[in-house]
């Protein structure tokens, strides 16, 4: 599914936080964005998930309203909601929302249990696990359902070393497989190097910069050198 | 101070004895208050829920509203439903006055804005995560609800346990409206006003004393309930 955003105002108290004239996030690539803090990344990423209403403008997903993607895309920021159960039913849920078989659901579960290597935590009630523990059952909930449109924001945030690299590999194997678009928030530059095969740059509600991976090293912006030199 | 020890015997030998009277009137009291507070709960909880998770304009002037009717004065509560359903008010044909439903009446108008109160203030943030979520999960309406409630179960019970406690232990309203009659309208608090005013302290102290065990019966419950629930849910202070 594509996504394209045209027009789109969001303010806080009549300051603006979020302005972009025209956006388009191909489907089936993962597209990093970028961009200090209070840039407005946060912001559009709820607006592109429907959580919150921009003052104007519109998003259109396969130039459609929400509405007809909203089972087919979902978001995950660093710090999820975990509903009050365990990691095996708050990795089910999706799947229970959709009225799966329950044979289909243990085996869903169980598969991205493994995956994640959460195994230990099958029967721990989510609300008791760790910030990465939880992050790391948050993006399994995420991915149960085999959504068409990923948005993350920070999905490693929380999250040791060793298991950053099994979640970014996670994340490139279902874009590969499956042809999921994914958008991510990330400070992390790197990180956004190894895994985006696009980036969005923003500062102070703009994007200032949308352009293949490769080419944002030798941005022509300052400003956007001195962020990924510092990060 | 020999009269308390005393009167502390005399209430466990009442207790122990099985009096007719003392359990009639226990049991109407926890009538009159479990049905009022089950029908501030069917109200205040969607009111509360609805109300705390929806923006909309004035809401800032609502939550004061509710936090002014969270404090109201039982004998103005009492005050006015008398004025409703006296012989001469609004419903007086009706013919409810000094009787167990305008107890329950009265009491379902105090504790209700005591329910809604506590839920709106509780569930403003956590309702909206949790519906974003399910959202964000691809939920319908239905499952959205029913999830809504599962994660606020605990919340709903601690507003209800409240809800409860304020009706057993509230004396004004239930005496304006009910009268305080023998047999009829007499409740567990009523009666504790009207026998220590006669200076039978041993009935006063041992009604006290099946008063506080039924107000510990219930909050053990909820302390029970909670415990067992990781979520272990803070009630915000308004």
Redesign the interface.
Known sequence: MDIKLKNIKKAYNNKIVLQVDSLYIKKGKITGILGPNGSGKTTMMKIIGDLIKPDSGRVEYDGKKFETASDRLTYVSHNSYLFNDTVFENIAAPLKFRDMKKEYITKRVEELIDNFQIGYLRYENALTLSGGEKQKVSLARALSFSPEVLLIDEPTSNIDPNFIKLIESTLKKINHDLKTTIVIVTHNTAQSLRLCQEIIFMRDGKVIQHTPTENLINSDDKFIREFIKLN | MSYIIDGVIEAFKLILSLDKEIYSIVLLSIYVSFASTIISSIIGVPLGLFTGIKEFKGKRLLSKIYYTFMGLPPVVVGLVTVLIISRSGPLGSVGLIYTPTAMIIAQSLLVTPIVTGIIFTNSKDTGR??I?????????KK?TFF?LI??LRTLILVATVTGFGRAISEVGAVMIVGGNIKGHTRVMTTFIAMSNSMGNYDTSIAMGIILLAISFAANSFLYNRTMG???GYKIKKY
Do not use: M, P, V
Request: glycine share 6%; with cysteine.
């Open positions: 995560e949790i974003n979520i399910c959202k964000t999960l691809g939920a319908n499952h999830k599962k994660e629930d990781s979520n």
